[in-house]
């Protein structure tokens, strides 16, 4: 092409010029052979190329309805309200389960925490059973002494009565020679 | 058009509503588009078959974040082209998809002499990249800017892919276009 001019011819075919821009290449081309030449070629091209039909589909696209095109089944149960609140408590339920599974070995002063809480309960059960201890000893003394006075009250009162026979004994006796004796 | 382009909205809308039957119409009306930019690109009609099917599926699970219904074309082209890509760079991953077109053929002046497939075999010697730029300028009609949307690139690069495009198959199909006699 031995034209200076800078119209894009190319432009021109495949249509994206404005209508200012349309008419000044019509224009051009009608004085200059050398350009008229070249949108003849590009025209023809264009031409050649439309002559390509579009082929028909060989089989139709699967649709919608189709088994490809089925909501999944999160989407399902996104637009289902009772199951996403039944979803929704799964969830929640697995969340608290996983915190609870997570949260122990996260800590690494667990065991130093399980150390102390179990010196300190067994200070407390030694102290309770000390307390104990003291205190069944303290009740059995008690016993002890009460069953000690018992004793010797009983004691007195089987001297007494020990002493109360023999004079009774004597007074017999005595009664008893001198009615003999007589 | 506009009214084809409204009625495309409200099949969005019920579509992301969860109006499976909107969808499949949505899918009716773009299939053969999406089939046929994809057969041209990677060539092989069984892959296209499966990309588009990729294409629809993945549309219709990512409906919600099309921010503008108005874009759905340029949106559905997009999600085409990555998929494509993806196939195209597991089939051939050292290729860079800048390979320049083997013009063994096209230097002989030996094409067939349907032009439809002149233009076929023209469109599969171009770079995947310079093919794709035609396909979706020529065939599909996006502008610049959608193409730069689609293609995550700047309209300059579009362009240019557009434009080096052309030239490569003005020179391939010259000889279809003087009626093969050259």
Not at chain 1, 38 to 58: G, K, Q, V
Not at chain 2, 125 to 150: C, N, P, T, W
Request: glycine fraction near 4%.
């Amino acid at each position: 092409m031995n034209c200076s001019s800078d119209l894009d011819l190319k432009a021109y075919v495949v249509g994206e010029v404005t209508r200012q821009e349309k008419g000044l290449v019509e224009d051009h081309v009608r004085g200059c052979q050398s350009c008229r030449e070249e949108l003849d070629r590009l025209n023809l091209t264009r031409s050649a190329l439309a002559t390509l039909e579009d082929e028909e589909i060989p089989r139709r696209i699967a649709f919608v309805s189709d088994r490809v095109f089925e909501p999944r089944w999160w989407q399902t149960m996104w637009r289902s309200g009772p199951a996403m609140g039944f979803a929704s408590a799964v969830l929640l339920a697995g969340a608290i389960l996983v915190h609870g599974f997570e949260a122990r070995p996260v800590s690494v002063d667990a065991a130093q925490i399980e150390k102390q809480v179990e010196s300190q309960v067994n200070a407390k059960v030694q102290a309770a059973v000390t307390e104990a201890q003291a205190k069944q000893s303290a009740e059995f003394a008690k016993v002890v002494s009460a069953s000690e006075r018992q004793r010797q009250a009983d004691l007195a009162t089987f001297q007494q009565a020990a002493e109360y026979y023999q004079k009774q004994m004597a007074r017999i006796e005595v009664a008893s020679n001198g009615a003999y004796g007589q | 058009m506009i009214f084809r382009e409204v009625e495309d909205r409200d099949l969005i809308a019920k579509a992301r509503r969860g109006h499976v039957e909107a969808y499949n119409v949505l899918v009716s009306r773009w299939e053969k588009r999406v089939f046929n930019y994809l057969l041209r690109l990677v060539g092989q009609r069984e892959d296209a078959l499966d990309l588009s099917q990729d294409v629809f599926l993945k549309a219709y699970q990512n409906l919600k974040k099309l921010d503008d219904p108005a874009k759905f074309p340029g949106w559905l082209f997009r999600i085409a082209h990555n998929e494509a890509y993806s196939l195209l760079r597991k089939k051939h991953p050292e290729a860079e998809m800048t390979v320049e077109p083997k013009m063994a053929e096209s230097s002989a002046g030996l094409f067939p002499i349907e032009s439809a497939l002149a233009v076929r075999s023209a469109l599969a010697r171009l770079s995947d990249d310079h093919r794709e730029a035609v396909l979706l300028k020529v065939y599909q009609g996006f502008k610049f800017e959608e193409m730069a949307e689609i293609l995550s690139c700047p309209v300059s690069t579009v362009k240019s892919r557009v434009y080096t495009a052309f030239d490569l198959l003005k020179q391939t199909l010259a000889p279809v276009n003087s009626g093969g006699t050259e």
